[in-house]
C-alpha cells in the first residue's frame, strides 16, 4: 500500500513536473456515423502563443492568443477521422493529442434463422445462430440471446477495426419439456455511456416446439381399495407433446373385458366393479409410459354380501327346520287336495 502510494505520487508528480497538457471536454466523444456534436480542448499551459484544431470536419487552423477552443464536428462520416488538438508555445515548439473518438453504428439488421422443429426436450446440443450486419465498432458490440424473456447467453467482441462488420456466432441451449411455445430471439447493443447508448435491436422472434414423453402426474400406479359404489373412474391422464392417446387393457387374462365403450380417452369409466389390475398406456412419438390400476375386492362390499348370504342361509335352514317339524307332527303330507 505505501509502496503504491509512493508509486502513486511519483507518477502525479511527474505530470507536474512536465508542467501543462491539454484536457478534452467530453473527455471520449461517442459519436453515431453521421452525426454531428462538439468537442472542446483546453491547454493549462503558460507561455502559449495560440491552439488549433486539425480535422476534416470542423478544422480551425490556428487561433493565436487563445487557450481554449471548440471544434464542430459536423456529419461525420469518416470511420477513419482523428481530430487533433495543437498548441504552438512561446518558445517555438509545439505539442498535439488526438481527440479519444468512438464513431459507431447500430446493425443495420439482427436475425436468427428459424430452429430446428420440433425439438426433443433434453437433448444435448441445441445450436441458435444469430447474425448481425453491418455494426461498428466491433469491440463495443454484445450480442445476447433470450428464450422466454430471460436472457442465457452474451458474447462480446474483441478487435481494432473502426468500420461496420458483419458477425455471425452461435450459441447452445438447453431444451426442457418447459420451453414448449416459449420464443426464443438475440439482440444486439453496443457497450456505450448510458446516454449515447441505442436501443438494443431485436432479431425476429421464433417460438418453440418441444417434444417430450407422456408423463404421468403422481401417483405412478393406483391400488384402489375401498372405493363405495359400483361405478369407477380411472384416471391417466399424462403430459406430453404431441397430445398422449391411450390404450386400456384388463391385464387379467382370465376375465374378459368387452371393449362396450370409448377408451381412447385418459379416463376410464367403469360401470361394473371388476376386480383386478388395469393397464393404461400413454404414447405419443416421442415414448410410451404406463400405469398400473389394482382394483381390489371392495371389503365392505364383500362383508355386506357375505352378510346378507348369512341371512339367507340362516333363513333357509330355519325354513328347513320349521319344514321338518310340520312334516314330522303330521306324520304325513298333508296338502289339500282342492288344488288338484
Ligand atoms: C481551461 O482550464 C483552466 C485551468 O486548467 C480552467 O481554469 C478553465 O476554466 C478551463 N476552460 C474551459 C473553457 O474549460
Ligand atoms: C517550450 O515550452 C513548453 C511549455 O512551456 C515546454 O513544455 C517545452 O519543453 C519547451 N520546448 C523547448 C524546446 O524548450
Ligand atoms: C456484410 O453482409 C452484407 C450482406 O450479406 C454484405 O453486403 C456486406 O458486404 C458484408 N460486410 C462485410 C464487412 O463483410
Ligand atoms: C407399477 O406396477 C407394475 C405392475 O404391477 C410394476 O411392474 C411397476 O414397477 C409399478 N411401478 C411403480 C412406479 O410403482
Ligand atoms: C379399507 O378399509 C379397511 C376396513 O375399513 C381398512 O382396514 C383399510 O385400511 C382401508 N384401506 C384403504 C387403502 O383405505
Ligand atoms: C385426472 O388427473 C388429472 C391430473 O392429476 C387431473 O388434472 C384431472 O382433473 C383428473 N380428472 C378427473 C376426472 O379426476
Ligand atoms: C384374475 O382374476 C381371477 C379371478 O378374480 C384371480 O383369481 C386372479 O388372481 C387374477 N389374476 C391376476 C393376474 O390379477
Ligand atoms: C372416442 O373418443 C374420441 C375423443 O373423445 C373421438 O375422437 C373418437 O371418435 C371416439 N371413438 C368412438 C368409436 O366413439
Known amino acids: 500500500m505505501r509502496l503504491f502510494l509512493f508509486f502513486a505520487f511519483m507518477i502525479y508528480a511527474g505530470k507536474r513536473a512536465h508542467g501543462c497538457g491539454m484536457k478534452f471536454t467530453p473527455p471520449m466523444v461517442y459519436l453515431e456515423f453521421g452525426g454531428s456534436t462538439v468537442a472542446n480542448c483546453n491547454t493549462s499551459c503558460s507561455s502559449v502563443d495560440g491552439i488549433g484544431w486539425e480535422s476534416s470536419f470542423g478544422g480551425t487552423g490556428l487561433k493565436e492568443g487563445l487557450t481554449t477552443l471548440d471544434v464542430n464536428l459536423d456529419n461525420v462520416n469518416d470511420w477513419e477521422t482523428e481530430p487533433k488538438c495543437y498548441t504552438v508555445f512561446s518558445n ?15 446493425p443495420t439488421k439482427v436475425s436468427m434463422p428459424k ?27 454484445i450480442i445476447s440471446w433470450y428464450k422466454g424473456d430471460k436472457m442465457f447467453h452474451e458474447q462480446k467482441f474483441e478487435g481494432t477495426d473502426r468500420h461496420p462488420v458483419n458477425r ?32 438494443p435491436m431485436r432479431s ?10 407422456p408423463t404421468l402426474t403422481e401417483p405412478k400406479n393406483e391400488t384402489l381399495e375401498n372405493v363405495t359404489g359400483t361405478k369407477i373412474s380411472l ?23 368387452t371393449r362396450d365403450q370409448n377408451a381412447t380417452g385418459p379416463i376410464l369409466t367403469l360401470d361394473f366393479r371388476t376386480p383386478g389390475v388395469w393397464k393404461c398406456v400413454a ?21 355386506t354380501m357375505a352378510a346378507l348370504l348369512g341371512v339367507f342361509l340362516t333363513l333357509g335352514i ?15 303330507c298333508t296338502i289339500p287336495r282342492t288344488i288338484y
Open 92 to 106: 517555438g515548439s509545439q505539442d498535439s493529442q488526438k481527440l479519444p473518438i468512438t464513431i459507431y453504428k447500430m
Open 283 to 303: 404414447s405419443n412419438v416421442v415414448d410410451k409410459t404406463t400405469k398400473y390400476f389394482h382394483l381390489n375386492k371392495p371389503k365392505d362390499n364383500y362383508t
Open 204 to 213: 425476429e422472434l421464433h417460438e418453440l416446439t418441444v417434444y417430450y414423453p
Open 318 to 332: 330355519v325354513i328347513i327346520i320349521l319344514g321338518a317339524v310340520f312334516v314330522t307332527r303330521s306324520g304325513s
Open 115 to 141: 430452429p430446428l422443429s420440433p425439438l426433443m426436450a433434453d437433448d444435448k446440443y441445441h445450436l441458435l445462430k444469430c447474425s448481425v450486419f453491418d455494426v461498428a465498432p466491433v469491440n463495443r458490440l
Open 235 to 257: 384416471n391417466c391422464t399424462a403430459t406430453g407433446n404431441p397430445t398422449p392417446h391411450y390404450e386400456w387393457h384388463f391385464a387379467n387374462s382370465t376375465l374378459k373385458w
Open 168 to 199: 455471425s456466432v452461435e450459441a447452445t441451449v438447453d431444451i426442457v419439456a418447459e420451453d414448449n411455445r416459449k420464443k426464443v430471439w438475440c439482440e444486439a447493443k453496443l457497450d456505450l455511456p448510458a446516454k449515447q447508448r441505442p436501443q
